[in-house]
């Protein structure tokens, strides 16, 4: 044990030092204080119903009606008990509170990454901090995206574990590539997960390469063989994660259109709409922001103090200097296409400096991996500003149109740009003297990105224009909140001023600290100063640089004390609905977008919602029926008995009472018939719900109309119920069709008659309807997806197979260590 320690001595010195950081850097969290997240409200508001069953049951329900008419929830929230990689997970949090678990797991990974490639420890702890710290992996974590942060922290150590295969060790790459990609697959942020596999794929076509240039085709393929099985065990251990989301997939809004979209050359289309998806594209100039950060105006808004154009202006044109300030704090300085953004893609200056010159000077042949990656990334992150590449993934790579905002590839380069600037050091240190005009190349890197930045700071005209292209729309919006043209112009010319001023103050920023890496580099091949003062100082400058950024977006304000948490409030319109004690009516507010905002689930079930993975019919209903006026008898279908308005007048919340509500479930008197989605479509536009019903012909074999009859007298009432099991009671004199308040789903949902099976019919498009016999009977309809079931089982045995694997490889590998004989001390000398 002590030779252990003294061995991992410099490892457990830089893992301290990791520990500092993250103690500094989020110090509230040492103070009792948590971070405010954007998205809790929401996520409040959408998980109020399943977490109450939780408490209640002991289990959270497999679905909640709280959402969009209905929705699975283990696209909101489930425990998935029998994989191991949750109680991995909670292990980590239980010792490291968040975010601070999401920060060690960064910095570690990252290590681990650059230790599989033998750099020097203090080099790798360097090169973790560059990692680490790129801007948007804070950011992330300040805007609450906590999945997206946990994904992002366990893409350095898949990395380091296929490249660790790949170098021959075997045994250890493969383990820990099946740890690594089941808590990778386990955050359930499949879009990371793809965009890093689009980088690895690359890797393997360039091992490949390589296994074949040096007729190494057998060590290539037991690698990869050894990385296959790896994967698969780690989709194994989270079955339960990705096959109901995959047979959820199907029928949402990532999935196929049920009425036919065509893309512009009349091709029909599938996943999100490609508009849609592209929403979020990097633009091609604001890439400089990968150098000076503040390129682009840094974020949308928040970023203008007393001292700017726009508050001077105010403040002499007469308006009080806090309310000056205020109006300067809501101005967009962010100039870019994108419709908002919380901060630019920041990798550092001198990690820009180190990566150029990388290209330049470094041997391995993992920076052709690196550059070919990185580059394929940054195309893709264009989106719509470079269609070429970005339509070609769309329309034909797998699953790519599954995703939005694309600039979110931008994470991976934010592992492989500090990647190559990491060994283009370490090639300084290790092979000096064979680079062949160091010299030159050293200097004109540094002159290239150095004067790059001058000329940003002395002329920012030349390469940028501070205009996004609704800059007319903007001068139109402040002219009418004004009243004044002039002033109107003037407000916004000092804005162009502000972003100028943000643009120019960066670059020289930038410029000092390229001079100054340039500087630590110059000397060392200058034999100034040794290779121990080069990556300190090049790892303090990068810490510093870094640091200071990221403290514009995640910083103490970020924090709150635990009682200034915003919950959902309730409000006096919410306490007289829920007065109402029927079981499952529905409400739709109107007082914000009802579709985007899950503030109403908390207290009722709504009809609107927040989520990004919407049920396609549900979608297709609001496009259609929704899309400029509400239908109001597809509210009656819903069962929407309230809803809730604001008064313009006096800003008051009102309640609208909705006597022709279809209530949870009725017998209709006419069954139509319709042969596909568009047409049964066009009938839901106007009917009355109560007493008509269509129904598709793929469910004709499910229905038989001659046994229908007119239900005089029939009445069917709930009775009793649970998110996964609604029990009802009727009386029909004849068999009919009822017709239930429900969203139609057929991956899980079942019905049952007296405890016989019978096959669930959509109707309207959306709901599920039953055909059933006359008389007094019960019928029951429960969520028990098939799915579910046998995923838990294969993860909870993939699960024992990964632990047992981990077990394995510590013991073989301390087995063969004992076996190894001792070299006898040399003699000394007397």
Request: proline letters at 3%; aromatic letters at 12%; a neutral charge.
């Amino acid at each position: 044990m002590k030779n252990w320690f003294k061995q991992n001595a410099t490892h457990l010195i830089i893992i301290g030092l990791f520990l500092v950081l993250i103690v500094f850097y989020l110090t509230p969290i040492w103070q009792g204080k948590i971070l405010s997240q954007s998205d809790v409200i929401q996520a409040e508001g959408s998980q109020k119903e399943l977490f109450d069953y939780k408490a209640k049951d002991g289990h959270s329900p497999l679905w909640t009606n709280s959402m969009f008419g209905g929705m699975p929830t283990y696209q909101i929230w489930y425990e998935h008990a029998n994989n191991i990689t949750t109680y991995i997970g909670r292990g980590i949090r239980t010792v490291f509170p968040a975010p601070a678990d999401v920060l060690l797991l960064y910095l570690l990974g990252s290590y681990f990454l650059l230790s599989v490639l033998r750099i020097r420890p203090w080099l790798a702890a360097a090169g973790a901090i560059a990692m680490a710290f790129s801007s948007y992996n804070l950011i992330y974590i300040e805007a609450g995206h906590m999945n997206k942060a946990y994904a992002i922290a366990y893409m350095a150590p898949i990395i380091g574990a296929v490249i660790l295969c790949y170098r021959g060790n075997r045994l250890w790459g493969g383990v820990i590539l099946a740890l690594f990609m089941a808590l990778e697959i386990r955050t359930n942020h499949v879009q990371v997960t793809y965009y890093l596999f689009l980088a690895l794929l690359v890797l393997v076509l360039f091992e490949l390469y390589y296994a074949i240039r040096d007729k190494k085709l057998k060590n290539f393929t037991q690698a990869t063989g050894v990385q296959l099985i790896a994967v698969v065990l780690a989709v194994l251990v989270n079955a339960s994660v990705l096959y109901p989301t995959y047979e959820y997939s199907k029928s949402t809004i990532r999935g196929k259109a049920n009425i036919a979209k065509v893309d512009e050359g009349g091709k029909q289309t599938d996943g999100l709409d490609k508009e849609y998806a592209y929403a979020w594209s990097q633009g091609i100039g604001e890439s400089i922001t990968f150098l000076i950060p503040n390129a682009y105006g840094g974020k949308t808004g928040g970023v203008l103090d007393e001292k700017s154009n726009i508050a001077k202006l105010l403040t002499k044109s007469g308006f009080p200097e806090n309310q000056a300030v205020q109006i300067a704090q809501s101005m967009p300085t962010y100039w870019g296409e994108k419709t908002f953004t919380s901060g630019p893609w920041y990798f550092g200056a001198a990690v820009i400096f180190l990566f150029i010159l990388g290209i330049v000077i470094v041997k391995d042949r993992l920076k052709w991996w690196i550059i070919t990656a990185t580059a394929l990334i940054l195309l893709l992150s264009f989106g719509r500003h470079f269609p070429l590449i970005s339509d070609l993934f769309f329309d034909y790579f797998p699953m790519y149109n599954k995703f939005r905002a694309v600039e979110s590839i931008l994470v991976v380069a934010a592992v492989l740009i500090p990647l190559l600037a990491v060994l283009a050091i370490n090639e300084l240190i290790t092979r000096q003297q064979e680079i062949i005009n160091l010299n030159k190349k050293v200097l004109y890197t540094g002159i290239a990105v150095g004067g790059l930045c001058l000329l940003v700071a002395f002329i920012p005209d030349l390469f940028l224009n501070f205009k996004p292209s609704t800059h007319q729309n903007f001068v139109a919006t402040l002219q009418q909140q004004t009243g004044d043209q002039n002033m109107a112009n003037e407000i916004a010319s000092a804005l162009i001023k502000d972003r100028k001023d943000l643009a120019s103050k960066d670059a020289y920023r930038s410029f000092f600290i390229v001079l100054i890496a340039f500087g630590f580099v110059w000397s060392y091949i200058k034999n100034k100063i040794s290779y121990t003062v080069l990556i300190a100082g090049v790892g303090v400058l990068t810490l510093i640089d870094l640091w200071q950024v990221d403290k514009r977006y995640l910083n103490d304000n970020s924090f709150i004390e635990p009682r200034d948490v915003q919950h959902v409030q309730e409000r006096e319109v919410d306490q007289l609905i829920r007065m109402d004690k029927d079981l499952s009516y529905r409400v739709l507010d109107l007082t914000t977008n009802p579709f985007s905002d899950a503030r109403a689930s908390y207290f009722h079930k709504s009809l609107g919602g927040y989520h990004a993975a919407k049920l396609m019919r549900f979608q297709e209903i609001l496009e259609h029926q929704f899309n400029g006026a509400i239908n109001e008898d597809v509210l009656d279908m819903f069962n929407v008995r309230y809803i809730i308005t604001r008064d313009p007048s006096n800003n008051s919340e009102k309640i609208q009472r909705r006597s022709t509500a279809a209530g949870n479930a009725w017998f209709v008197n006419k069954v139509t018939m319709v042969k596909d989605d568009a047409q049964e479509m066009q009938a839901i536009s106007s009917f009355d719900p109560k007493t008509e019903a269509f129904v598709s012909e793929q469910f004709k074999s499910n229905l038989d109309t001659t046994r229908l009859g007119v239900p005089t007298n029939a009445n069917i009432q709930l009775t009793s119920y649970h998110p996964d099991t609604m029990r009802y009671e009727y009386s029909s004199p004849t068999t009919a069709l009822a017709v239930f308040s429900e969203v139609y789903y057929d991956a899980g949902w079942k019905a049952y008659v007296d405890g016989d099976e019978v096959p669930i019919i959509r109707a309207d498009y959306a709901l599920r309807a039953l055909q059933l016999p006359g008389g007094n009977h019960k019928v029951e309809f429960i969520f028990a997806p098939e799915s579910m079931r046998i995923s838990e089982i294969i993860s909870l045995i993939a699960s024992i197979v990964l632990v047992l694997g981990l077990g394995f490889a510590i013991w073989y590998t301390y087995s063969n260590r004992k076996k190894k004989p001792e070299l006898s001390s040399p003699t000394k000398k007397k």
